[in-house]
């Protein structure tokens, strides 16, 4: 279900990206150290698939291995809150084999198209 595409990130997923590995990993329990070392890695992402649903679900690839944080498979941040059309949303920011992978945001009550929420949006539903 995944169309490829391969561009930069925009601004908005650029900012969703900071957020969630710095303040959604610390909401998530997630270690912050281990979280905030992801971080040079938003240097060097490209998206490199869109969800055909029409969700802003990306598929992330690092062009900078060396980069990679360890052998890390997990999920580093899972967040609830808003989309700017007013849909519930959840979103995860996943990480495989230490490099960040696939930005998901899913919509809990179905609507569907949706946009990026800001961090504010998400915050409000902690």
């Known amino acids: 279900m995944f169309v490829p595409e391969r561009r930069q ?4 997923e650029l900012a969703l990206l900071r957020w969630l590995l710095t303040r959604g990993a610390e909401i998530t329990g997630t270690d912050a150290n281990l979280a905030t070392s992801f971080l040079p890695q938003l240097d060097a992402l490209l998206v490199v698939g869109q969800c055909g649903c029409g969700c802003p679900t990306v598929d992330l690839a ?9 052998d890390i498979s997990t999920a580093l941040a899972d967040v609830e809150g808003r989309s700017p059309e007013g849909s519930e949303i959840g979103v995860i920011l996943r990480v495989a084999e230490g490099k960040l992978r696939e930005l998901e945001l899913y919509a809990r009550d179905c609507r569907v198209p949706f946009s990026i929420p800001r961090a504010e949006e998400l915050q409000l539903f902690w």
């Not at 990130?9 to 908005?12: H, N, P, R, S």
């Not at 690092?62 to 360890?70: C, G, T, W």
């Open 9 to 12: 990130l925009t601004e908005a």
């Open 62 to 70: 690092l062009i900078a291995p060396e980069l990679a944080v360890s």
